[in-house]
């Protein structure tokens, strides 16, 4: 049997179980562990271990692993800097796609997401998806109002027809007065509440290629987005909720 501490945490609403490495958790131990019924509950597991420089891991609540997570990315720094794994208030963190920059101070958290591209656009069931790559994958879809949208059924047919080898999120978006309202269906979970990888796509999309800030609403609360030469940062909460311990048979 395994015993796991861990820290519960969630970033708009996005939540994660998160674990102090280097050691890892299996992928059947993260399912287990994520599952809301029979587990803590979480979209899934960070594995944080200090450095230097720190370093994130990250796995969805399916046990894929995940090659960015934005808000995650925001608990993973509140939770070195507070362990006094990293003094400073600015710092990288060792990423699956590379080292990022992360600023953590009284108020919200921020962190470098990197690089962002829009490879185009796919028509699927007739309507129209921005491809965009901010780390890990997205389809973007401009709508009137995200909340009509039957994302349960859209979401895993576009992630499978978008064009990506390992499938993709996806994000249904209205654009108006400089914000984007946004819902977000992610692989390897479903439906959540906020990802911070598509609130980057969703603003590269509304942006449309220019640089500038922009807030990002999700159905977790409002984030921002800032985007200077095809780089992008992204600015929100990381909250803790609560700590314990967890046994895997």
Avoid at 16 to 34: N, Q, T, Y
Avoid at 75 to 102: M, N, Q, S
Avoid at 106 to 115: F, L, M, N, S
Avoid at 192 to 217: F, K, N, Q, Y
Wanted: with cysteine; charged share 25%.
């Amino acid at each position: 049997m395994s015993r796991y501490e861990f820290t519960k945490m969630q970033g708009l609403g996005n939540d994660f179980i998160v674990l102090e490495g280097p050691d890892k958790p299996d992928a059947s131990e993260v399912v287990r562990m994520c599952d809301r019924r029979f587990g803590v509950g979480a979209d899934g597991v960070l594995v944080v271990s200090p450095g230097p420089p720190v370093v994130m891991d990250y796995w969805n609540a399916d046990g894929s692993p995940a090659e960015m997570c934005g808000n995650g990315l925001r608990c993973v720094a509140r939770y070195a800097h507070d362990r006094g794994w990293a003094e400073a208030a600015e710092f990288e963190v060792d990423t699956p796609i590379g080292l990022r920059k992360v600023r953590v101070g009284d108020g919200p958290i921020h962190v470098e997401i990197g690089p962002v591209l829009i490879e185009g656009q796919e028509t699927i069931g007739n309507e129209v998806y921005h491809l965009v790559d901010t780390g890990n994958p997205h389809a973007v879809r401009v709508v009137d109002d995200p909340d009509q949208i039957d994302l349960a059924t859209v979401g895993p047919q576009v992630a499978r027809e978008a064009g990506f080898d390992a499938g993709c999120n996806v994000e249904v978006i209205s654009i108006a007065d400089e914000r984007v309202t946004m819902r977000v269906w992610e692989r390897g979970i479903g439906e959540t509440l906020a990802c911070g990888t598509g609130m980057v796509a969703a603003a590269a999309v509304a942006l449309d290629g220019r640089d500038g800030r922009i807030e990002v609403v999700t159905r977790g609360g409002v984030g921002e987005v800032d985007v200077e030469g095809k780089n992008a940062w992204l600015t929100g909460p990381a909250e803790y909720v609560f700590e314990g311990v967890v046994d895997q048979a």
